[in-house]
């Protein structure tokens, strides 16, 4: 267990694909009873130059990161899972997610993937 602050989160929604710009990304929007927050938003495409689309590893990172925190081995399955949303103080940004101690699941913090993002830079 971290010292993270833990509050309990619905899954309402997730949106996996291509965002307006051709980016592929995911995102996941959680409800949290009072208010809502979404988490996600990495880029796991990008077109240097206009060029072919290349991929980051850090899509795969993610997906399976959310899927192992959640439980479930389908994306489409993330819809109506409840977990605990992890961040640094109350209200700040998402930065991980923990199973409820009654579900199965692994927690997973988006700090996982920092080596991810920094061979992404280097490789830019």
């Known amino acids: 267990m971290s010292d993270l602050d833990a509050e309990i989160g619905k899954i309402e929604s997730t949106f996996l694909g291509y965002e307006d710009h051709g980016i592929l990304t995911a995102y996941i929007q959680f409800n949290m009873g009072s208010s809502g927050q979404s988490a996600g938003g990495m880029m796991f495409s990008w077109r240097p130059a206009g060029g072919p689309e290349k991929f980051t590893d850090v899509?795969?990172?993610?997906?399976?990161?959310?899927?192992?925190?959640?439980?479930?081995?389908?994306?489409?399955?993330?819809?109506?899972?409840?977990?605990?949303?992890?961040?640094?103080?109350?209200?700040?940004?998402?930065?991980?997610?923990?199973?409820?101690?009654?579900?199965?699941?692994?927690?997973?913090?988006f700090s996982e993937m920092d080596e991810l993002f920094a061979k992404y830079k280097e490789d830019s």
């Open 59 to 109: 899509g795969i990172a993610f997906v399976s990161g959310v899927l192992r925190a959640c439980g479930v081995i389908q994306w489409e399955k993330l819809v109506g899972r409840t977990v605990f949303v992890l961040r640094e103080k109350p209200y700040d940004k998402i930065i991980g997610l923990r199973p409820l101690p009654t579900e199965k699941g692994k927690e997973f913090l």
